[in-house]
C-alpha cells in the first residue's frame, strides 16, 4: 500500500476581498502548521483571538453556506477555502480571519488553488491518516429527496447529481474521478443564485457583498419590472428587460454544468470538515451544506467507532515475507514463532499474520475445555512483528536480536479463539535511538482492535 506523508503550506499567504453576506472589507491568512493539527480558524478580530476547530460538529447552520462556531464567536463561508486545502492535499493549517465571514472573492476556489501554489506544498514526517470505506454508508433527506452515498473505493472520488426546481436550469451532474483533475475540472466553478432567492435576502439587508463577479445569477422566473429594477440597483449592474430569462452575468459559464460543479466544489469543503482525508466514491443526489454536514458527522461518528482501521488483508497476494524469511530474521522456533507471513511492510509500519488453529500448543492449558489464546503471546506475537520491522532496516540483521525493555499501555478487548486470522499492525512511535525502538501495536481480528500494546526494545548485535 502507498503510504503518504501529511502536508502542509510551504510559506504563509492572505487573500483580500468583501464578505458575501456582511460586505465587509476582509482578510484571511493560511499559514502552515504542525502534524496532526488539521484545520483550525482563528478570529483575530476577536479579543483573545479564539480558534475553532474546523470539524463538523462546530457547524452552527446551513442555510446560506457552512457556518463554524464556539460560543459567542462565528465565521462563515469557509467552504471554497476547505475545499482547495482538501483538494490539493492539505492536511494541516491554521486560517486566521479578520472578520465573520471568509471574503466572497470570485465565488470559486480557484484564487485559494493559485495562492497554494505559489507557496507550494511541504510533506511532513508523519503519514497521512486515510479513513478507508469498507461498508457502503448513506445519509438521506426524504423531505427533499437529498442523499449522499459512500461506497468502498481504492481512493477518493465523486460523482454529483443535480436537479433545481427550475424550467431554466433543470438536471445537471458532475464527475470527479481523480482528485489531480479538481483543479482544471472544478476549483473555477462560482457559486451560483436565482433571482427568487434575492430577493427575500435583499430585504433582510443580507448578501450586502454580492454582485456579478462572485456569482451566477440565475434569472429564470419572470418577475416585475420593478423589482428587476431593483435587483439590478443591488448589484450594480444596467437595467435588464424583464422579459427575458437567462444568466445575468459579467463573464459567460466556464462549463454548461457550472452551477453542478460548483456543488461537487462545496461537497469537498464540508467533507473537509471530517477530519481525514477519505478513500471511497461518493454519490451525491441534490446535495446541499445541510445533508453535506449530517453525512460529515455520521463519518466522524462512523471514524470514532473504528478509532484504528484494520489493515486490509488479501489472502491470494504473495507475502512480502514468507515463513523462510522470517525464520532467517527471527530465533525464534516452535512453539514461540508466532508471526506466519508479513504482507506489508514500509519505513515505519509493518502488518504480519498469525492463523491460529487449535492445534496451538497452548491451548493444552490455556484452557482445554475453552481454547483461548493468552494475552501474552498476543503481545509477543506483536513485538515479534516490531523486530522484524526494526531488523528489516539493518545491514547484517541476521546478526542482530531484540528484546524487550517495557511493555505499556496494554489493552485486551476481545477472545482469540481457534480458527482465528489475527493481524498485526506495528508503527513506529519514535526514530531508532542508541539501538533503542518503541513502537504501537495493534492485533485484530477482522476489523476489530482484540488486543494493542505499547513496547520499548533494545536491538543487540549477537557476538
Not at 427550475?166 to 451532474?173: E, M
Amino acid at each position: 500500500m502507498d503510504y503518504q506523508k501529511q502536508k502542509t503550506l510551504g510559506g504563509s499567504f492572505s487573500l483580500c476581498g468583501k464578505g458575501l453576506h456582511t460586505g465587509l472589507s476582509l482578510t484571511v491568512t493560511f499559514n502552515p502548521a504542525p502534524e496532526n493539527h488539521g484545520y483550525k480558524i482563528q478570529r483575530i478580530d476577536v479579543e483573545g483571538e479564539p480558534i475553532i476547530e474546523a470539524v463538523a460538529e462546530r457547524v452552527i447552520e446551513t442555510t446560506r453556506g457552512t457556518v463554524l462556531g464556539k460560543g459567542d464567536v462565528r465565521v462563515s463561508t469557509i467552504e471554497h477555502a476547505m475545499s482547495a486545502l482538501y483538494a490539493l492535499g492539505i492536511d494541516n493549517c491554521l486560517i486566521q480571519v479578520n472578520g465573520p465571514e471568509f471574503p466572497i472573492l470570485d465565488g470559486s476556489a480557484a484564487p485559494y488553488v493559485e495562492k497554494i501554489h505559489q507557496v507550494g506544498v511541504v510533506e511532513q514526517n508523519m503519514p497521512k491518516d486515510y479513513y478507508i470505506i469498507r461498508k457502503k454508508i448513506e445519509v438521506r433527506d426524504e423531505k427533499t429527496g437529498s442523499c449522499i452515498t459512500i461506497l468502498p473505493d481504492d481512493d477518493f472520488s465523486l460523482t454529483t447529481m443535480c436537479s433545481f426546481d427550475s424550467k431554466f436550469i433543470n438536471s445537471q451532474f458532475a464527475t470527479l474521478d481523480n482528485m489531480a483533475d479538481y483543479e482544471k475540472e472544478i476549483a473555477a466553478a462560482r457559486t451560483f443564485v436565482f433571482v427568487r432567492d434575492i430577493m427575500p435576502l435583499m430585504e433582510l439587508n443580507l448578501i450586502k457583498g454580492g454582485d456579478l463577479d462572485n456569482a451566477i445569477v440565475i434569472y429564470e422566473r419572470e418577475v416585475a419590472q420593478e423589482q428587476l429594477d431593483k435587483l439590478a440597483d443591488f448589484l450594480h449592474m444596467d437595467h435588464i428587460d424583464a422579459s427575458k430569462i437567462g444568466y445575468i452575468q459579467h463573464r459567460p459559464l466556464t462549463w454548461d454544468n457550472e452551477c453542478t460543479r460548483h456543488k461537487l466544489l462545496d461537497i469537498v469543503g464540508d467533507l473537509a470538515l471530517i477530519g481525514k482525508p477519505i478513500k471511497g466514491r461518493i454519490v451525491a443526489t441534490r446535495p446541499g451544506h445541510t445533508i453535506n454536514n449530517k453525512f460529515a458527522r455520521l463519518m466522524r461518528k462512523e471514524i470514532k467507532k473504528h478509532e484504528v482501521l484494520a489493515p486490509i488483508y488479501d489472502p491470494t497476494r504473495e507475502p512480502l515475507m514468507d515463513i523462510k524469511r522470517i525464520r532467517e530474521l527471527l530465533p525464534h522456533r516452535y512453539p514461540m514463532g508466532l508471526v506466519d507471513k508479513v504482507i506489508e511492510i514500509g519505513a515505519s509500519h509493518i502488518v504480519g499474520l498469525k492463523n491460529i488453529t487449535a492445534n496451538e500448543e497452548f491451548f493444552q492449558g490455556h484452557f482445554p475445555s475453552e481454547p483461548v489464546m493468552p494475552g501474552v503471546l498476543q503481545i509477543e506475537a506483536m513485538a515479534q512483528c516490531g523486530g522484524l520491522l526494526v531488523l528489516n532496516t539493518m545491514d547484517e540483521p541476521e546478526r542482530c536480536s531484540t528484546y524487550f525493555l517495557a511493555i505499556n499501555d496494554v489493552k485486551f478487548r476481545q477472545k482469540v479463539v481457534p480458527g482465528d486470522t489475527l493481524l498485526f499492525k506495528v508503527e513506529m512511535a519514535s526514530a531508532i535511538r542508541h539501538g533503542i525502538a518503541t513502537m504501537k501495536g495493534y492485533c485484530f481480528v477482522g476489523d476489530k482492535v482484540v488486543s494493542e500494546a505499547t513496547f520499548t526494545a533494545q536491538i543487540i548485535k549477537n557476538k
